[in-house]
């Protein structure tokens, strides 16, 4: 009897370890699926122009949101621009990055990197 018992109580831990196994592979596996379904990530240039006399409202708004460093600014040379590159799940993303009150001015480029195979292949479907 008292084999029996031993028996079934190293079943009982086997079973309980594959279960732990399983689990932690289904949760691994959700894991990776989880990240295979997150949106993909674009770059996105961001030309903000905005006047003379927003110019310092702009930028300390920008400033505000801990974005300053992220912009590059024309205004110091008379070209009242802002321009920033932001990777980004869309367009719209993209231009939620400008300040409100100069958003509608703004404009937003999906831009990328070129390979020399990209090259080729436009040349290729081009002629």
Known sequence: MKRVNLITAACAALL???AVALGQGM??????????????M?????????????CMAVMDEVNRQKELAGWD???MAG????????RA????A??????????????VYKIM???PSMVEKAHKEHM
């Open 27 to 40: 949760e691994k596996k959700a894991a990776m699926t989880a990240k295979a379904t997150k949106p993909s």
């Open 89 to 92: 799940v869309d367009e719209n």
């Open 113 to 115: 990197k070129m390979t």
């Open 16 to 18: 309980l370890v594959a």
């Open 79 to 86: 070209n009242h621009t802002a321009y920033r590159i932001v």
């Open 42 to 54: 674009s770059t996105y240039l961001i030309v903000s122009p905005h006047e003379a006399d927003e």
């Open 94 to 107: 993209a231009l939620a990055t400008v300040p409100e009150n100069v958003r509608s001015k703004a404009q």
């Open 73 to 75: 600014w024309g205004c």
